[in-house]
């Protein structure tokens, strides 16, 4: 049998087009099409698609993306071309699964197609075919090397509000804190995505992770001057005793102290009643009563002085309890932002595994 060889510009390759193609087609070329009895054209050119995706970041890294890749012709009314699915959604993504030899960073989920109608009233083009991909992100690799480590600094920062202020230099701690946590979003900032339509969760997160560091160490230093010059402070306000030694103080269980109860005893200067002695002459009795005078008078500075201090080491003391109040507050926040921050990877987490 003779071979029939045709002019190469005899084959006919329809103009089929991927809309999201961004790159050009790095495929194998196979010279070869399919021409049956009934006019139908089978095309089995492949092809090495690189497409664009819009990425939804918010819950980086448990987040799912969902990509669609649209086929069409631009192709003139006289001719028909029909795009259709040569296989079931389910069959293809099993196969898809099948032949993937790569595990990166995304997992395929499933494929599913729809035809597109077009809305096109000349009749020059013809319908599409959408494509809809499901991948999701690994995150093993995201959680082991961002949040745990986070997580691990603020609890260590957490655990320091448990050291004594008034024999540890807390301050050297949290500000050590602060410069690994600083050094460690340096290092961690390329695994971040730069791109996207919204502010991942994650960074929100790791936000507040900092500020509460930060504000943690503006309360420590607070706490030491407190315990290092409450004694030379103005009496607390009025209003401050009631915010903070009132209200504030029962909400973090710490009483306020009672006062001293003063003395009862009228302020006299002559509270000492001292009879003199009885003196032979009348010069002697005039010296022995202005020795008493001055004797009473010694007595009522060293009262005045007395009480003096005794005002002071109260004043000093309810500045001391304002302190240990606000520490107890800024643990309390630090407790309820840990949970809640740890509950809400957690629910994210087992959502994203179970779609």
């Not at 993504?93 to 990166?104: L, N, R």
Request: with cysteine.
């Amino acid at each position: 049998m003779d071979k029939i060889s045709l002019p190469k510009e005899k084959f006919w390759f329809p103009d089929i087009v991927i809309n999201e193609f961004m790159e050009e087609n790095k495929a194998p070329s196979v010279p070869f099409i399919y021409l049956y009895s009934d006019g139908t054209v089978h095309d089995a050119l492949p092809l090495r698609v690189v497409s664009s995706c819009n990425l939804n970041i918010y819950t980086f890294p448990f987040d799912i993306q969902n990509c669609s890749m649209t086929f069409n012709s631009y192709i003139y009314y006289a001719m028909e071309i029909k795009i259709i699915l040569g296989r079931d959604p389910e069959i293809i993504t099993a196969s898809s699964k099948m032949v993937m030899t790569t595990m990166g960073e995304w997992e395929l989920l499933d494929i599913t197609a729809q035809k597109l109608s077009n809305k096109d009233e000349t009749g020059l083009y013809t319908d599409m075919l959408a494509f809809y991909i499901r991948v999701r992100r690994r995150a093993t690799m995201y959680v082991v090397t961002l949040l745990l480590p986070s997580c691990f600094l603020i609890t260590l920062d957490l655990f320091s509000f448990l050291l004594p202020p008034q024999s540890t230099d807390r301050s050297s701690f949290k500000m050590t804190l602060i410069l690994g946590y600083s050094v460690f979003l340096l290092i961690m900032n390329d695994l971040l995505p730069i791109t996207g339509n919204t502010i991942p969760l994650i960074n929100v997160f790791f936000s507040l992770c900092l500020v509460l560091m930060v504000t943690s160490l503006l309360e420590t230093i607070f706490i030491t001057n407190l315990l290092s010059n409450s004694s030379d402070f103005s009496p607390i306000p009025q209003w401050m005793r009631m915010l903070f030694l009132n209200c504030l103080g029962c909400l973090v269980c710490i009483p306020q102290r009672s006062k001293r109860p003063k003395s009862s005893e009228p302020e006299t200067t002559n509270k000492y009643d001292v009879k003199p002695p009885k003196m032979g002459g009348p010069a002697e009795e005039d010296k022995a009563l202005q020795e008493l005078k001055s004797l009473s008078n010694i007595l009522h500075t060293i009262r005045f002085e007395v009480e003096q201090q005794q005002k002071g080491n109260q004043s000093s003391e309810e500045w001391i309890q304002v302190g240990f109040i606000i520490d107890r507050l800024l643990f309390g926040i630090y407790i309820v932002f840990i949970s809640v921050s740890f509950i809400t990877i957690i629910i994210v987490w087992v959502n994203s595994s179970n779609q």
